[in-house]
């Protein structure tokens, strides 16, 4: 069964560094999402991105974050100056044309210190 | 997106059937109903979707009345594996793609 990779699965670094977070959606997928989760807290929407553009984004993903399909099978979510509050597991997901089905990665745990 | 509302947790035994109701009130013509679940340490996993009166897959059973203000989602013969956190998300496609909402979901606990 096809599924969602995610690389690496544990990263820390240290504030104001630049991390980049990677992902391999499922092949035939054309909507591609990340999100994070705060340990103990609920799952927050960051992005998605279709077509080679972010089509919808919530308040969290300010201008430190930026996505990016670099080529036809990989899918990377940059911080550029992390803080320690971005200390979180982000979660990558796709899903097939305009359907709310996602798929989700089994998740980087990014630790900031 | 449509508010959603679901118990904060639940408690169940192995091998009974397990309801679990959410309700969106708000909810628009356009909007589907999708439910989650969540392992610790794990990325949510679809579980079904639907728009209107019953869905059923391997899983879980998902019932929609008619006036789509709630759902319920239904799991049956409940395991100490399905010990998790489900989600109910509503909202539409979108243009280009599916902003998706998670709430605090329900926290489901199978005991033996």
């Known amino acids: 069964e096809p599924e969602v990779t995610q690389t690496p699965s544990h990263q820390v670094t240290q504030m104001g560094q630049e991390v980049i977070l990677r992902c391999v959606p499922i092949?035939?997928?054309?909507?591609f999402y990340w999100y994070r989760q705060i340990l103990g807290q609920k799952v927050e929407f960051l992005v998605s991105f279709y077509n080679n553009e972010i089509s919808e984004k919530s308040e969290i993903f300010d201008d430190q974050f930026s996505v990016e399909r670099p080529d036809g099978s990989n899918f990377t979510l940059k911080i550029r100056s992390t803080k320690l509050e971005d200390s979180a597991m982000y979660f990558c997901?796709?899903?097939?044309?305009?359907?709310?089905?996602?798929?989700f990665g089994p998740g980087t745990r990014l630790t900031v210190t | 997106l449509a508010k959603t509302t679901q118990p904060i947790s639940m408690d169940s035994y192995e091998g009974q059937e397990v309801n679990i109701t959410c309700s969106h009130n708000?909810?628009?013509?356009?909007?589907?109903i999708t439910w989650y679940q969540q392992f610790p340490s794990q990325g949510p996993r679809f579980i079904i979707q639907?728009?209107?009166t019953k869905v059923t897959n391997e899983v879980a059973s998902l019932f929609i009345p008619a006036d789509r203000k709630s759902s319920t989602l239904s799991l049956p013969r409940v395991s100490l594996s399905d010990t998790a956190v489900y989600y109910c998300l509503v909202g539409d496609h979108g243009t280009g793609g599916f902003k998706t909402i998670f709430g605090a979901g329900t926290r489901l606990f199978v005991k033996a």
């Open positions: 639907g728009y209107k």
């Open positions: 092949s035939n997928h054309l909507y």
């Open positions: 708000n909810i628009a013509t356009n909007d589907y």
């Open positions: 997901a796709s899903s097939e044309a305009r359907r709310p089905e996602q798929y």
